[in-house]
């Protein structure tokens, strides 16, 4: 069974795709080249799908020379940040963050979560990186009050803002997997929405939202794409927990607020 690492020393190299020409109808450019977990790579496209959405996998070297224009949402998926960083240029960085900038859709999974920030902290050290910087905080982990390193299990997260369109109509608390995720501790006077809290630990930010430019951003340091007691993710990782409930909906909810059922992104 495969698992995705996110401690530097650790690089996965998957078995995906090879960077192609973008299909214009495809909304979610999926990020799975080094680092991005074979699973979660897999999950993540089966639940983009079920939402009805286009998914095409694309690797550091379509991001670094090819033009990211066609796509509605970046998704950068569970997986080693610091490898990320490595391999998606300075300029791929630029591009990225046009990209969203000028109206796209960014939605970061526990490591996409990690890299989308402006500073990473591993096992309390700064890592020697370069992430994205759209987040103006500091992703910090793991988090051993939830499940000791290196270990990973199901933890409760708290909904903290009932009033976002996001969250509006979600219950009060939420199952989801954990493994190594970021706590999102946003820097000081940051405008960002705050939409969820771990329910252990200093119970900081587990998922947060923010604009950035004219687009959107949405950071999780869980993994809703698995779905433990059911099949319809396509991988048997995780499955001996209890999901208490799909975490599909939500992120079905997400995508049509970054983009609408026509694919263009809403205002």
């Known amino acids: 069974m495969s698992r995705f690492f996110i401690f530097l020393s650790l690089l996965l190299i998957t078995n995906c795709q090879s960077p192609q020409a973008p299909d214009k109808s495809a909304e979610v450019a999926l990020y799975s080249d080094k680092g991005a977990d074979e699973d979660c790579i897999r999950a993540t496209t089966n639940m983009f799908e079920w939402m009805g959405?286009?998914?095409?996998?694309?690797?550091?070297?379509?991001?670094?020379?090819?033009?990211?224009?066609n796509f509605n949402i970046l998704c950068i998926p569970g997986g080693d940040m610091y490898q990320y960083a490595r391999d998606i240029s300075s300029g791929g960085k630029g591009k990225i963050k046009n990209f969203i900038r000028n109206g796209g859709g960014y939605i970061g999974i526990c490591g996409g979560a990690y890299f989308a920030s402006e500073k990473v902290v591993w096992q309390e050290n700064q890592l020697p990186m370069t992430p994205l910087g759209l987040f103006q905080g500091?992703?910090?982990?793991?988090?051993?009050?939830?499940?000791?390193?290196?270990?990973?299990?199901?933890?409760?997260?708290?909904?903290?803002?009932?009033?976002?369109?996001?969250?509006?109509?979600?219950?009060?608390?939420?199952?989801?997997?954990?493994?190594?995720?970021?706590?999102?501790?946003?820097?000081?006077?940051?405008?960002?929405?705050?939409?969820?809290?771990?329910?252990?630990?200093?119970?900081?930010?587990?998922?947060?939202?923010?604009?950035?430019?004219?687009?959107?951003?949405?950071i999780i340091g869980t993994h809703p794409e698995f779905e433990e007691d059911s099949d319809r993710d396509g991988v048997d990782f995780a499955d001996e927990f209890d999901d208490r409930g799909s975490d599909w909906e939500l992120m079905k909810k997400l995508r049509f607020k970054l983009c609408g059922p026509t694919g263009i992104l809403l205002p």
């Open 53 to 69: 959405c286009t998914v095409l996998l694309i690797k550091a070297e379509y991001i670094n020379n090819q033009s990211l224009d």
């Open 138 to 218: 500091t992703a910090k982990g793991p988090i051993n009050e939830i499940v000791p390193y290196p270990e990973y299990g199901m933890c409760k997260l708290n909904i903290v803002d009932s009033s976002h369109p996001i969250t509006q109509s979600e219950p009060d608390s939420a199952w989801m997997l954990y493994y190594w995720g970021p706590e999102l501790i946003p820097n000081k006077d940051t405008s960002v929405a705050i939409l969820g809290r771990y329910d252990k630990g200093n119970k900081d930010p587990a998922i947060v939202a923010f604009e950035y430019g004219l687009g959107r951003v949405f």
